[in-house]
Nanobody, 124 residues
Framework: QVQLVESGGGLVQTGGSLRLSCIAS????????MGWFRQAPGKEREFVAA????????HYADSLKGRFTISRDNAKNTVYLQMNSLKPEDTAVYYC?????????????????WGQGTQVTVSS
């Protein structure tokens, strides 16, 4: 089992920045690919970004490239999501997820473990 706890969400104005963190416990963190997803009210949960175990391979939703950056620190069992130039449409609950290294990282159904989410609200 892997337990995931997100933090760092909050209320920010348009154009502001936030850094989300996700701390993992349980099985060896470095064995897993890690992803961030988000879900706005009334919408499907969507892929945001993912990173392979080594940190050398990252993936982003096309619409978010250039504004969001994912990174990980395996020594701290933590994955981060740096979000810049935030827009009201970025408002959502952001979830951290862990899956086997071989998964197709953009597919939410391939992840085995999920955190409870952290709310991000961007005011206009």
């Amino acid at each position: 089992q892997v337990q995931l706890v997100e933090s760092g969400g909050g209320l920010v104005q348009t154009g502001g920045s936030l850094r989300l963190s996700c701390i993992a416990s349980g099985r060896t963190f470095s064995n897993y690919a890690m992803g961030w997803f988000r879900q706005a009210p009334g919408k499907e949960r969507e892929f945001v970004a993912a990173i392979r175990w080594s940190g050398s391979s990252t993936h982003y939703a096309d619409s978010l490239k250039g504004r969001f950056t994912i990174s990980r620190d395996n020594a701290k069992n933590t994955v981060y999501l740096q979000m810049n130039s935030l827009k009201p449409e970025d408002t959502a609950v952001y979830y951290c997820a862990a899956g086997l290294e071989s998964i197709v990282v953009v597919k939410k159904n391939e992840y085995d473990y999920w955190g409870q989410g952290t709310q991000v609200t961007v005011s206009s």
